[in-house]
């Protein structure tokens, strides 16, 4: 059965710094891997796609690798800023548009 | 654009009773799914539609119903609420069960059921 741990599961910085999420699944047979940016009391956004095939992607000050024989991803946020304050969940995409759920990472950056 | 629309944010359930969550989605997506977000947990799947007519089940399927008259729509049903069930559910939807696409959510649902 697929599991995926996000660590840490909290953080706080401070306004600029550059900051790394963790995500770790156990089964390497996946189809994609989403991140999912969710705001407190809010619906969950799309912040970025990896398909199986890809190693990284890029969208702004955003970047998604992706290491599925070590079963691992990152989300790197450059320069981070207040409004970047939010729970950013890690999905991993089985066959079939059906994902299983990180528990999230909590962030905090402070002006 | 609307995206996926759900109906109602907030509710608040006597145990026993019943209830339909509502969820739309106008972006003529073949797959649907619905899931559950509980405290220290991931979101987990109920069930899941590869379109109009076909459902199937997810992780946590028990306690609901589903069904997919329409390509638009897919409700969830709990049939007798139970405080376990209280939780947040979100519906997502995606172009195609069988193409690995981007999945959008709907701002979910507050259920309380006391």
């Known amino acids: 059965k697929q599991e995926v741990t996000q660590i840490p599961a909290a953080l706080s910085v401070p306004e600029g710094e550059n900051l790394v999420l963790n995500c770790s699944f156990t089964d390497s047979a996946i189809y994609n891997l989403q991140w999912f940016r969710q705001d407190p009391g809010k619906g969950l956004t799309s912040l970025l796609l990896?398909?199986?095939?890809?190693r990284e992607q890029t969208s702004g000050r955003l970047n998604a690798s992706l290491d599925k024989s070590s079963g691992r991803s990152t989300l790197y946020i450059a320069a981070s800023q207040p409004g970047d304050s939010a729970t950013y969940l890690c999905?991993?995409?089985?066959?079939?548009?059906?994902?299983?759920f990180g528990p999230g990472t909590r962030l905090s950056v402070l002006p | 654009n609307a995206g996926v629309t759900q109906t109602p944010k907030f509710q608040v359930l006597k145990t026993g009773q019943s209830m339909t969550l509502q969820c739309a989605q106008d972006?003529?997506?073949?797959?649907m799914s619905w899931y559950r977000q509980d405290p220290g947990m991931g979101l987990r799947l109920i069930h899941y539609s590869v379109g109009a007519g076909i459902t199937d089940q997810g992780e946590v399927p028990n306690g609901y119903n589903v069904s997919r008259s329409t390509t638009e729509d897919f409700p969830l049903r709990l049939l007798s609420a139970a405080p376990s069930q209280t939780s947040v559910y979100f519906c997502a939807s995606s172009s195609s069960f069988g193409v690995s696409t981007e999945a959008f959510f709907g701002q979910g649902t507050r259920l309380t059921v006391v």
């Open positions: 990896i398909q199986s095939s890809q």
């Open positions: 972006m003529n997506h073949e797959y």
């Open positions: 999905a991993v995409g089985l066959y079939g548009q059906n994902f299983v």
